[in-house]
């Protein structure tokens, strides 16, 4: 019997082995799993954060945009915001210069013309401050950007394209051309 007992025992005792090695093979494969399941999240995690980044980043960058936009919007309103106004006072130096053209010349010492005269150089002076500045290209090459040509003119003694003779002063207010100025150009003989 003591045979049997011990057979018995050593059954017991090997089938007690196989149910540890299979409860330690099942743990092994579960931590495995787990780590399969946890690198897979963690892929997963690392994907969801690139894409976050990339939203945040893209969201950073229209803000600099929308920010540099709005700067350049206020920097040109405060610029450009006399453009009417200068607009209108131009016509005014227009008229006080054919004041002058048209008072005789041999009438220096008339009050009139000198009250004109000094009314119009204080009225340039005062738009050359807000940088309203004259376009006078008498003798310069036709700009188009510039110019507008009211007629062409044959002058074999001028090169083509250049302006003979101003009719109308133009004007720019800070480098944005507020009228152009009227020429008459010269062209080839």
């Known amino acids: 019997m003591s045979d049997q007992t011990n057979k018995a025992q050593q059954e017991v005792e090997q089938e007690e082995l196989l149910n540890e ?4 093979i099942a743990e092994e494969v579960l931590e ?11 892929v ?3 994907e969801e954060a690139a894409q976050y980044k990339e939203v945040a980043l893209r969201a950073q960058a229209e803000t600099q945009n929308i920010r540099r936009r709005a700067e350049q919007d206020v920097e040109k309103a405060h610029k450009f915001a006399l453009e009417k106004f200068a607009k209108s006072v131009i016509t005014v130096a227009d008229n006080l210069e054919r004041a002058l053209s048209s008072a005789a010349e041999g009438s220096e010492n008339d009050p ?3 009250g004109v005269e000094l009314t119009y150089k204080d009225l340039v002076e005062t738009l ?10 008498q003798g310069e090459p036709f700009n188009p950007e ?5 007629t062409m003119v044959p002058n074999p003694n001028m090169e083509p ?8 002063k133009g ?9 152009p100025a009227m020429v008459v150009v010269s062209s080839a003989a």
């Open 21 to 24: 090695a299979d409860a330690a």
């Open 32 to 42: 495995g799993m787990v780590e399969e399941e946890a690198s897979d999240e963690l």
């Open 44 to 46: 997963k995690a690392r």
């Open 112 to 114: 009139m013309r000198e």
């Open 128 to 137: 050359a401050r807000f940088e309203v500045v004259a376009v006078d290209p």
């Open 146 to 150: 510039l110019h507008q040509a009211m």
């Open 161 to 168: 394209n250049t302006v003979m003779d101003v009719v109308q």
């Open 171 to 179: 004007y720019t207010l800070n480098g944005r051309l507020l009228r």
